[in-house]
C-alpha cells in the first residue's frame, strides 16, 4: 500500500543524448532553440529515406572508462551505464554509505535498489549474423559449422537487455529490488514510476532508476519511414506541418529516496515525485483512440495518485513527437482535462529526437530542470499551431511555469499513455 505520508525525492540526476551530457548542457541546447538532429555518421545515410537523427557525440571512453567492458556491452549500455553513474554521484548515495559503519552497509546495500527500462533489443544486435548467412548461401548446415569462427561467443553477453542493470547493480552493490523493464517507449518513466511505488511499498530505502536506448540504426529507421512515423528533419510538434518523428539516442537516471532519509544524510532534494498514472487505449498496436482517451485517463490517474487538482499543474511537458495523429490526440486528451484553462505546454524532441525507451526519463530530468531555473524552453520549431489542434498553449519563446508542478507525458506502441507529476524544489 503506499505511504502517502512519505515523500519521495529526487537527490541525483544523469543525462547524456545528442544535445549532451549533462543537464546544464542540453539546457544549454534546449534554450538556445538550436536543435541537435543533423546529418548522422553511424553509415553512410546517402541513399537512406530519412538522413537525420540526433547522435551522441561522447566518446565511449568517456561515457565507459573500462575499455574491457566495451566488449561485452552494446552503445546502448554505455548510456545507460554512464546516466546511472552520474545520478549515483550527484546523489552521493555511495560516498553516504562508505561513511557508516562496517556492520550499517550491508543493510544499506540490501535496501537500495535499481530499475532500468530498456529498449528490449534493436536490428543491430543481429548484424554481427550478416555475414555469416552470406557465406552460408543457405546451407543450414554450414552456417551452424561456421557459426564459432564467424560470430564471437560475446554476442550474447552484448546483447543481454538488462546489461545496464546487472554492471550499475554489481559497481554499486546495489543489492535491493531489481527490475528491467522492457515496454517500448514507456520503458524510462516506468522505471521511475516503478522506484516510488517500492518505495511506497517498503521494498527499498531508495532506487536509482534509469532508461536507456538507441534505436537509430539502418532498419528501425527503415521500418518507421515505411510506416510513416519518421520525419525528415527536426520534429515540429503540433505544428500544422509536422510530418513525423526523428530518432535520438542515449539515457537518463534519476535516485529516488525516501525526504527523511534524504534530509538525515544531508543530500541535497532537486525534486518531489508526486505521482504518476498508466493506462492503455487497447486499439492496437499502432492505432490510438482518436478522442484522446488514453491521455486523460492517464492524467486523471496521475492527478489522483498525487492529490493534485488540475489548477496545481503550472507546466505540461508533453510527448510531443511530431507525428500527426499522436499529437492531435494528445492534445484532445490534454483539453478534456484541463478545458480551457491548459498550463503552458512544451516538449523536447525537437532537441534531441525521440529516445524511445529513455524518452520519457529524458523529459522527466530536463522538466525537472525547467522547473527549477522557473523557466520552459519553448517549441521553435513550431511556428504555427495545426488548426484542427486549435487553441493550445505551445510557444516558440520560453514561458513561465504557473506552478512548481509539472506532468510529464509519455506515449508508445501498443496505446500506453504514462504520466508523472513531479514538483521542483528550490
Known sequence: MKNASEKIVITGRGIVCGAGATPD??????????????????????????????????????????RKLHKTISRTDMFGIYAADQAIA??????????????????????????????????????????????????????????????????????????????????????????????????????????????????????????????????????????????????????????GTIFGEGAASVVLERESDAEARGAEVLGEFLGFGCCSEATGILDLDPDGDGVRRAIEQALDDADLAPSDVGLICAHGNGTRASDLTESIGIRHVFGDAIPPVTGFKWAYGHLIAASGIVDIVMTLEALRRKSAPGIPTCEKVDPEIGDFPVSTESVTPSSDVALVICRGFGGMNVVVALRATS
Request: proline share 6%; net charge negative; hydrophobic share 35%.
Open 90 to 243: 550527484e546523489s552521493e548515495l555511495l560516498a553516504h554509505r562508505d561513511a557508516l559503519e562496517e556492520t550499517e552497509q550491508g543493510p544499506f546495500n540490501d535496501r537500495t535498489g535499481l530499475i532500468v527500462g530498456a529498449g528490449g533489443g534493436n536490428y543491430s544486435s543481429n548484424y554481427d549474423y550478416l555475414p555469416l548467412i552470406t557465406e552460408a548461401e543457405g546451407s543450414l548446415q554450414k552456417f551452424g559449422s561456421e557459426l564459432s569462427n564467424m560470430v564471437t561467443p560475446m554476442w550474447l553477453l552484448k546483447n543481454l537487455p538488462n546489461n545496464v542493470l546487472c554492471h550499475v547493480g554489481i559497481r554499486g552493490q546495489l543489492k535491493g529490488t531489481n527490475a528491467c523493464i522492457t515496454n517500448q517507449c514507456s520503458s524510462g518513466i516506468m522505471a521511475v514510476a516503478e522506484s516510488a511505488s517500492a518505495i511506497w511499498n517498503g521494498e527499498a530505502d531508495r532506487i536509482v532508476a534509469a532508461g536507456h536506448d538507441s534505436p537509430f540504426e539502418p532498419e528501425m529507421v527503415l521500418y518507421y519511414h515505411k510506416l510513416g512515423l519518421m520525419s525528415s528533419e527536426a520534429p515540429k510538434p503540433f505544428d500544422e506541418q509536422r510530418s
Open 25 to 66: 548542457d542540453v539546457w544549454s541546447v534546449l534554450e538556445s532553440g538550436e536543435t541537435a538532429v543533423g546529418p548522422y555518421s553511424q553509415w553512410d545515410g546517402e541513399k537512406w529515406p530519412v538522413q537525420v537523427a540526433a547522435e551522441v557525440k561522447e566518446n565511449n571512453r568517456t561515457l565507459v572508462p573500462d
